[in-house]
């Protein structure tokens, strides 16, 4: 414990660093931007991969405390590199970001009008979610650990959900300031059917091959047996979750976040927890019951999320 918690207090240090990054790489993503954050963060993995060789083993050999060291070091590193990219844009003092920040007082209320009420609404999904591996680790170690590996396929997929919101996000946002409320709704409605369509192609795969997926995490017979049911009913979930991951990401472009985050508390915490406890641990179901669950509150989020994306989308264009 002793030793975690060293580890711990090292990446502590980076967390600032980490937030600048993410602050600048969504910066540049609402000027349509992608490409400057992925080469940082590609090169920021390659360093890191070095300071790992170096520090975890080598010659100074400082094994798990090194490894947060580099994650430390890196985290900063990339927060100088993406700090840099904007302040030497052109378009710097355009976007208001070098020289005389002027209405610095008005715009950080916009931001934290806009920012808080999402970031509340993720710490409800994330905290949702925490609270099904509990619920497995009350089952049984296996079970624990089954459930890890089928959350982290489902976590590689959403990424894309992610993405696709974010890019969905900027569009509509875009729009909006365009006053072109057509192609705000084809954005919004775009974004959903881009994501449908490639969580449909991951479940698929999933449903095709979930022993050959799941053989990617372990070898384990006993747990093999619980992967693959939970894995099928894990891929049940990909295209409504992606859908509400996307539709959110729309719904933030238009400025709208208090009513989404009262749906994302309604799904995930007052349906989604419970059914997934009562099915897991009142049922003869166990970890495909935690997936079921997860069915239950993604399902209810994008169909939560999706009506109120028809409403605002319909309602008169009004700018941020």
């Known amino acids: 414990m002793d030793g975690a918690g060293d580890v ?13 990054y993410a602050a600048c790489i969504l910066f540049l993503e609402s000027l349509s931007r992608p490409g400057p954050g992925l080469v940082i963060i590609i090169v920021a993995n390659v360093v890191n ?18 490894a947060a060291w580099a994650t430390t070091a890196v985290r900063w590193l990339i927060a100088v590199a993406s700090v840099i990219y904007i302040l030497r844009m052109a378009e710097a003092r355009h976007y208001n970001v070098a020289g005389p920040m002027e209405n610095w007082r008005t715009i950080g209320a916009k931001l934290r009008g806009l920012g808080y009420p999402l970031g509340l609404a993720q710490g409800l999904e994330s905290a949702a979610f925490a609270s099904l591996t509990l619920f497995a680790g009350h089952i049984s170690g296996t079970a624990a650990g089954a459930f890890q590996i089928v959350i982290s396929m489902i976590g590689f997929c959403f990424m894309a959900a992610i993405g696709v919101g974010t890019a969905t996000a900027v569009h509509v946002g875009m729009s909006i300031g365009r006053q072109d409320q057509r192609q705000m709704m084809l954005s919004g409605w775009a974004g959903l059917l881009t994501i449908t369509v490639f969580m449909a192609v991951m479940a698929m795969i ?6 050959t997926l799941g053989g990617i995490f372990t070898d384990d017979p006993a747990l093999l047996a619980i ?13 409504c979750d992606g859908g509400q991951g996307v539709l959110m990401g729309a719904l933030r472009g238009a400025g709208d976040v208090w009513v989404p985050t009262a749906m994302h508390l309604c799904s995930f915490v007052l349906v989604m927890v419970p059914a997934a406890g009562w099915l897991a641990l009142r049922t003869d179901l166990g970890t495909p019951g935690l997936m079921l669950g997860t069915f239950c509150g993604v399902t209810l989020a994008a169909a939560l999320l999706a009506g109120r994306f028809q409403v605002i989308s319909r309602r008169p264009i009004r700018r941020l």
Not at 50 to 64: E, F, H, V
Not at 206 to 211: G, Q, S
Not at 227 to 239: C, E, N, Q, R, S
């Open 206 to 211: 999933m449903v095709l091959f979930p022993e």
């Open 49 to 66: 991969a070095g300071l790992n060789w170096l520090l975890i083993g080598g010659d100074i050999g400082l094994g798990a405390q090194g």
């Open 227 to 239: 992967v693959v049911p939970t894995l099928l009913v894990g891929a049940a979930t990909l295209i």
């Open 8 to 20: 711990l207090a090292i990446l502590n240090f980076g967390l600032p660093g980490q937030l600048i």
